[in-house]
C-alpha cells in the first residue's frame, strides 16, 4: 500500500473537500475567539537572542508571526508609550533571573484600537540557574478593564448622586408601643455621615447624635408616635459625624393594623441647613439694621444731652478756675489770721485741715468737669453717624484710650486690676476709627462681664509685630474663660451665654467681621476658669 503525504485538496473526494473546509472554518472561528497567546524568547549569556510569537497572536494584536519575525522591534512599538518602562523592567527582571511579576499594559492594535493585556513569564533555566529562555502569556484583559472602568464611573457617579441627596427615610417598627427596629436609608450617610450599618450597630447613635439642646422635642416626637398621636413636623439640630452641626426636618408617617394600633412608622429627614443659614443671616441684617437705627437715634440722642451737659459743665469750669484764683489771693490773709488766733476753724474744721480740704475740693471739681467734658466728647464722636470707609490714618493707642474712656465706668465696678501697656511709637494703621473703637469696647466689656470678683484683673496691651508688620492689641483677663465647645462658635451669630442678661451674641460676629474688613485677624485663646485672652492684628500702612 503506498501513503501520499502531499495530497492537494483538489484530490480529494466532494465529501472530503467539504468535510475540510468545515474543519478549517471551525479553526479560524477558533483562532479569532482565543484570548490568550505565547511567546517565547531564548536567552545567551543574558541576552535576548529570538522571540517566537504563536499563531494566535493575530487575533490578540493584529499582526502575523511573519511581520514579528520581519521587525524585531515591532512588540516594543506596539506598548503604549506610557507603559514601556514597566515591560521593559519586566523582561529585565527575566533576564536576570529575579522574580519576574505579572504586570497589566496597553497595547496599540493594528487596526489603532488601544487593548489591555496581561504579560505572565515563566522562567527556564539550567541546574545552575543560569537563564537560557522564558515563556510569555499575553491574555487580553480590554473587557475587564473597559467593565473596571465603567464600574468605577458608576460609583463616582452614585457618590455624586448620594452626597447630592438631602433627603433620607427611616422606618421604626413599633411592638407593644415600643420601638424593636430601626432601619436608616442608605441616603443617611449624605445627611449625617453616618452609614446605615453603622446605625444598625450602635441602636442609640441617633439618640446621642440629636444636638443636646433639641433631645427634649426628638424625644417627646417619638413618644407621641409610639403612643399612636400624630406628632408634628419638627426642626433639630444633629451633629455630623465630622462634628459639624446641620438643621433637619423631621417628619413621621403612622402605619397602624386593623385595629388602629402602630405597628411601625416612617420618618423623613431633610436636610434644611442651607435654609436655616439663610434664615440666620437674613435674621443677622435684620437686627444690625435695627442695631444701625438705634445707633442713629443715639447719636441724635447725645448730641442733645451732650449739649445740655456741657452748658452747666462749662459754668463749673469757668467757676472753678475762678474760685481757684480767689483762693489765692484769700490764703495768705487767711494764714495771717490764724497766727492770731490759735483756735481759727472754718466749717467747723481747725484751719490746717481745712485750707488742705479746700485745696482738694478745687483740684476735684476742676478734673471732674474736665473729665465730664472727655466723656461726653468721646460720646459724640463714637455715637456720630459712621461714614462706613477706612481712609482714617489710626493710632491704635488713641481708639483704646478712647474706648477706655467710655466703659471707664464698668471697668472701676468689675475689677481693682486694670492695666495698660502701650508699646511706644507704634507705626500707624488704615482703617475706619469707630468700627475699631467699637471692638475695644466690646472686647472690654465682654472681660469685664468675664470677671467673678474685683481681684480678677484686665490687662490691655498694644506692640508692633515687625516680622508681619502688624500693631497687635491684646485684651486679656483672669475671668472664668471659655469652654473648647463654645469656643467653635464664640464667632458665630447670636451664639452668646448671656442670653438671660440681654445678650444677643452679635458682638463677637460684628467685631470678627471688623477687623477681617481691615485685612486682620481676631483670635481668641482661653484656658477655662484661669484666664482669656483676645488678640487683634491689624497690617501696618506701607
Known sequence: MQYHTDTHPSDLNPTMQQLLQNDEQRYLRLLHSVTDYIYTVTVEKGEAVNTYHGPACEALTGYTQKDFEEDEELWYRMVEKEDRSKVLHQAEMALKGGNVPTIEHRIRHKNGM????KNRIVLKQLESGEVVGYDGLITDITERKYAEHALREGEKRYRRLVNSITDYIYNVIVENGRAVETEHGPACISVTGYTSEEYRKDPQLWVRMVHADDRKQVVKMVNMALQGIDPPVIEHRIIHKNGSIRWVQNAVVLRRNERGRVISYDGLISDITKRKQAEQLADLKHKQLIQAEKMATLGILVSGVAHEINNPNNFIMLNAKLFKK??????????????MDDDFYIAGMPYPQAIEKVEQLISGMSEGAERIKNIVQGLKDFARQDR????????MGDVIQDAILIVQNQIKRSTNHFDVQFAADLP???GNYQQLEQVVINLLTNSCQALGSKEDSITVRS???????EVVVEVADTGKGISKEEMKHIFDPFFTTKREHGGTGLGLSISYNIIKDHGGKLSFESVPGVHTTAKIRIPTVS
Open 388 to 395: 462706613g470707609d477706612q481712609s482714617d490714618m489710626i493710632l
Open 114 to 117: 488601544v487593548r489591555w493585556v
Open 463 to 469: 506692640r508692633y509685630h515687625k516680622p508681619n508688620r
Open 428 to 430: 500707624q494703621i488704615r
Open 326 to 339: 480767689v483762693w489765692a489771693d484769700i490764703r495768705p490773709v487767711l494764714d495771717e489770721h490764724s497766727k
